[in-house]
C-alpha cells in the first residue's frame, strides 16, 4: 500500500490480486444478493483508491482494509439489515476428478448446515468468525478492524466457534 501511495499503480494490482477473493466472500456472506456484494465490494475497492494519499501504516494491510469493510457493511445493516447467503445461491467449487455424486450432495448439506448455522448466530459473532476465517486475522486484528476490545472480539469468536460445532454436531 506503500509503494501504492507513492503513485505505483502496479502495487494496487498486487494488493487487489491478494486479497480479492477473501475479500469478496466476506461480504458476500455478510449480504444476501450477489448484486448488492458485488456493489460493496467495488465501494470498500473505491474507498482503498480513495484513501490512498491519507494511508499510515497502523496495522496490517488486511486491518485496515477489512476496517473499511467493517464499515461500509456496517453502514449497509443499519440500513436494511444483515442477509447471509443461502447455500443454495453458493456456486459448488469445481469437483476433483473421481469425486462422487454421493459426496457432493453430502458436501451440499453440511455446506446448508454451516449455512444456517451462521445465520442463526448474532452478527458480531458471526463478523469475528468471518474475518478469522475468510481473511485470515487475530483477534488482535479482528478486534482493531471491528473497533472492540481483543477481550470482546475473543470472546465472540470463541462462542461463535462453540455455537457451530454445536449446530454442525447435531446434524
Do not use: C
Not at 18 to 36: C, F, I, N, T
Amino acid at each position: 500500500m506503500l509503494a501504492y501511495r507513492q503513485g505505483d499503480a502496479a502495487a494496487f494490482e498486487s494488493l487487489y490480486a491478494r486479497h480479492k477473493g477473501p475479500l469478496y466472500r466476506y461480504v458476500l456472506r455478510a449480504v444476501k444478493e450477489r448484486a448488492l456484494a458485488e456493489e460493496l465490494y467495488q465501494e470498500i475497492w473505491m474507498r482503498v483508491i480513495e484513501a490512498r494519499a491519507r494511508y499510515a501504516v497502523q496495522a496490517k494491510f488486511t486491518t485496515w482494509l477489512y476496517t473499511i469493510a467493517h464499515n461500509r457493511l456496517a453502514d449497509h445493516w443499519r440500513k436494511r439489515g444483515l442477509k447471509l447467503v443461502d447455500a443454495a445461491e453458493a456456486e459448488d467449487p469445481p469437483a476433483p476428478r473421481g469425486f462422487e455424486p454421493e459426496a457432493r450432495a453430502e458436501g451440499r448439506q453440511d455446506l446448508q448446515r454451516l449455512t444456517a448455522a451462521l445465520a442463526a448466530l448474532p452478527a458480531a459473532q458471526r463478523e469475528a468468525f468471518l474475518l478469522h476465517e475468510e481473511a485470515g486475522m487475530t483477534v488482535g486484528e479482528i478486534a482493531a478492524a471491528t473497533g472492540a476490545t481483543e477481550e470482546a472480539a475473543k470472546s465472540r469468536l470463541r462462542y461463535a466457534l462453540a455455537k457451530l460445532r454445536e449446530a454442525l454436531d447435531d446434524g
